[in-house]
């Protein structure tokens, strides 16, 4: 089961308090299949930050359009049964239990 998982952050002008976010989310032992980020709006380098991490994320940037239209952004480009919701500032604690299933 532990390739449905998707990790969702929306993140806006904090690559600072992202990229812990990100670690987080890749240190897990119950590893997500895909971990998105969506720049709502972006100038700041988070663009950069994500590059580095080459095909273990995948990054959109758009212009800004607030939070609610980047998750929404974020949970369309998802392609697993199961999300996690996390914000950019937010740690996933290790080995927690943050797997949810998606509503149909």
Do not use: H, W
């Amino acid at each position: 089961m532990n390739a449905l998982l998707s990790v969702v952050i929306p993140c806006y002008n904090r690559s600072t308090l992202l990229k812990q976010a990100i670690d987080s989310a890749l240190a897990q032992t119950a590893r997500a299949s895909e971990v998105i980020i969506v720049d709502d709006g972006p100038t700041d380098n988070t663009r950069e930050l994500c590059v580095g991490y080459g095909n273990q994320i995948k990054y959109v940037s758009q212009e800004n359009a607030g939070p609610f239209i980047a998750r929404n952004t974020a949970v369309t480009l998802q392609c697993r049964q199961s999300l996690c919701r996390r914000e950019e500032k937010a740690e996933i604690t290790r080995n927690a239990d943050y797997k949810s299933p998606l509503i149909e």
